[in-house]
């Protein structure tokens, strides 16, 4: 049970530091095509890191073997890269507004990511 409690935790907080970026970036891009893509964004980002914490949880420190936990976080790391390099073509070709979508969704990795190391040294 207390694997779920972590988990729907680091999903609050992510919620809430997509949300804090998305209004942020709300007064940079202000049409509509631009919103809906820092939406769609704000969703792919929340899937990816919420399976990205799921992956690097088990080896959070005091658990798994020596180096597991950085290698889980590099592991994140490429997900993230690979998922970035996919939705730029994907935006492009479901008509998304790509410059938004692309700094959108480089903007709540980069939020979330920061939360990780916190969230996990706060249930040790």
Do not use: C
Request: glycine content about 8%; charged content about 15%; hydrophobic content about 55%.
């Amino acid at each position: 049970m207390k694997e779920k409690r972590a988990i729907s935790f680091f999903a609050g907080v992510s919620a809430s530091l997509i949300i804090v970026g998305t209004i942020i970036l709300r007064t940079y891009y202000r049409t509509v095509d631009q919103h809906n893509a820092m939406l769609i964004s704000a969703g792919l980002a929340f899937a990816v890191q919420l399976g990205s914490y799921a992956l690097l949880r088990p080896a959070r420190p005091g658990h798994g073997f020596p180096g597991e936990l950085l290698l889980r976080w590099g592991l994140g790391a490429v997900l993230r890269l690979f998922v970035l390099v996919l939705y730029a073509p994907l935006a492009r070709i479901i008509n998304l507004s790509v410059e938004a979508a692309l700094v959108s969704l480089v903007t709540f990795f980069f939020l979330t990511m920061m939360a990780e190391p916190l969230l996990l040294e706060y249930d040790r």
